[in-house]
């Protein structure tokens, strides 16, 4: 069975405005990588509780997941 991962990559970019620098997105050859299980007491970003993760076998929202994680 899956379970949920958070994944932050780290990478810096030239830009002339910190709009134009999240616009970009290179194909990096060079990043961090943090990887982590999602628990369900761990916090979520607001802006992510509604999407639907990456790679997922179905159409549940993060939040949903996390809700039906066991204690």
């Known amino acids: 069975m ?3 991962y958070e994944v932050t990559k780290t990478y810096y970019v030239m830009a002339l405005s910190e709009g134009d620098a999240e616009r970009i997105e290179p194909e990096v ?4 990588t943090h990887v982590s299980k999602v628990d369900k007491e ?8 509604d999407a639907i993760p990456f790679n997922a076998d179905d ?5 949903q997941i996390q809700e039906e994680m066991e204690e």
């Not at 050859?29 to 961090?32: A, K």
């Open 2 to 4: 899956k379970k949920l």
């Open 29 to 32: 050859e060079f990043c961090s």
């Open 59 to 63: 159409d549940k929202t993060v939040e």
């Open 42 to 49: 761990d916090f979520i970003e607001f802006v992510w509780r």
